[in-house]
């Protein structure tokens, strides 16, 4: 059994940052690939980050140059650094980890930008 848990998340202003982890119970470099999510109320979830077990990472255009994935091993933790945050990123922000053919899911934590 899979478990991911997510901490981090908090009320910052606008222009602040927050650093997002995830915890696994495994070793990160087993799944092929793990990903930040984020959903709002009445919205659809939305893909923000990726970072694959070869170290590729790629961004939605809407956090590029402003988040940062990245994981730490030893840790068996994968990290979201969020800079320049803007209100239009407040969300529950979830982990997601990808081992054909599952894909295993954190419980989320909340982000709120505002001032």
């Known amino acids: 059994q899979v478990q991911l848990v997510e901490s981090g998340g908090g009320l910052v202003q606008p222009g602040g940052s927050l650093r997002l982890s995830c915890a696994a119970s495994r070793s990160t470099y087993s799944f092929t690939a793990m990903r930040w999510y984020r959903q709002t109320p009445g919205k659809q979830r939305e893909w923000v980050a990726i970072?694959?077990?070869?170290?590729?990472?790629n961004y939605a255009d809407s956090v590029k140059g402003r988040f940062t994935i990245s994981r730490d091993n030893a840790k068996n933790t994968v990290y979201l650094q969020m800079n320049d945050l803007k209100p239009n990123d407040t969300a529950v922000y979830y982990c997601?980890?990808?081992?054909?053919?599952?894909?295993?899911w954190g419980q989320g934590t909340q982000v709120t930008v505002s001032s």
């Open positions: 997601n980890a990808f081992l054909s053919p599952f894909d295993y």
């Open positions: 970072i694959t077990n070869a170290g590729h990472t």
